[in-house]
């Protein structure tokens, strides 16, 4: 069974909604809104590096 925790920032109002989950060798994103549908799963480092994008406002990355 995967465990989804719902990100700290994710409020009810809407936005930015989002839940996280902890996989073998990846993490798992999906809409907190919408748990049945679509999911995506990143290797841990690219999630790192997307985190560390966003935190920094960097817009362009490839």
């Given at each position: 069974?995967?465990?989804?925790r719902?990100?700290?920032?994710?409020?009810?109002?809407?936005?930015?909604?989002?839940?996280?989950?902890?996989?073998?060798?990846?993490?798992?994103?999906?809409?907190?809104?919408?748990p049945?549908?679509?999911?995506?799963?990143?290797?841990?480092?690219?999630?790192?590096?997307?985190?560390?994008?966003?935190?920094?406002?960097?817009?362009?990355?490839?």
């Amino acid at each position: 069974m995967t465990t989804w925790r719902k990100a700290s920032k994710s409020t009810s109002e809407g936005g930015a909604c989002v839940e996280l989950a902890a996989l073998p060798s990846t993490v798992g994103v999906r809409d907190s809104k919408d748990p049945e549908g679509p999911r995506l799963a990143l290797p841990a480092v690219s999630f790192r590096e997307l985190v560390t994008a966003i935190k920094r406002g960097d817009h362009d990355m490839p």
